[in-house]
């Protein structure tokens, strides 16, 4: 259904060939496709801090293993950096830009950070939401800070 009065457009077709246009660019092999990572969620029923840790040292807590999402429609675009050392650390990293749909947007939301092809990329910020017709698109950007997996 469109916004304007006496227009048709099929949101629901518009979305879907994006998001087959996403899948087009993305790798096949499963381990080359990106899988997004949480952080660890603690509970307990003990008063707590905002990270689930009880005040109370005597008291349990449980923490469950970090949650990850795959399956995930969106665009890779990687950047090339320079990747030049200075007095001030590591300079123009190889950053990753990846652009969601708003529905798939909402299952990453919180992720800390993205495994793509062996190569981890810690999220740095997002833009958006940004109109595209009836459609909202987010833009999310990564580092990689020199890590792959098993590294920090």
Same mark, same amino acid.
């Given at each position: 259904?469109?916004? !304007?009065?006496? !227009?048709?457009?099929?949101?629901?077709?518009? @979305?879907?060939?994006?998001?087959?246009?996403?899948?087009? %660019?993305?790798?096949?092999?499963?381990?080359?496709?990106?899988?997004?990572?949480?952080? /660890?969620?603690? *509970?307990?029923?003990?008063? /707590?801090?905002?990270? %689930? !840790?009880?005040?109370?040292?005597?008291? *349990? #807590?449980? *923490?469950?293993?970090? #949650?990850?999402? *795959?399956?995930?429609?969106?665009?890779?675009?990687?950047?090339?950096? /320079?990747?030049?050392?200075?007095?001030?650390?590591?300079?123009? @990293?190889?950053?990753?830009?990846?652009?969601?749909?708003? #529905?798939?947007?909402?299952?990453?939301?919180? #992720?800390?950070?993205?495994?793509?092809?062996?190569?981890?990329?810690?999220?740095?910020?997002?833009?958006?939401?940004?109109?595209?017709?009836?459609?909202?698109?987010?833009?999310?950007?990564?580092?990689?800070? %020199?890590?792959? !997996? %098993?590294?920090?």
């Amino acid at each position: 259904m469109s916004a !304007v009065p006496g !227009v048709s457009f099929d949101q629901v077709g518009f @979305e879907a060939g994006i998001r087959q246009a996403m899948l087009m %660019g993305q790798a096949v092999a499963g381990a080359d496709q990106p899988v997004f990572h949480f952080l /660890a969620t603690t *509970t307990t029923t003990a008063s /707590a801090d905002s990270r %689930g !840790v009880p005040f109370d040292p005597s008291a *349990t #807590a449980t *923490t469950d293993e970090p #949650a990850t999402v *795959t399956g995930v429609s969106c665009a890779l675009e990687f950047t090339a950096g /320079a990747d030049q050392d200075s007095r001030l650390g590591r300079l123009d @990293e190889s950053p990753l830009t990846i652009t969601f749909l708003d #529905a798939e947007y909402q299952r990453i939301k919180d #992720a800390t950070h993205v495994v793509i092809a062996g190569t981890r990329y810690d999220f740095d910020n997002v833009d958006g939401p940004y109109a595209l017709f009836t459609s909202q698109v987010w833009i999310t950007y990564w580092n990689t800070h %020199g890590g792959t !997996v %098993g590294t920090e």
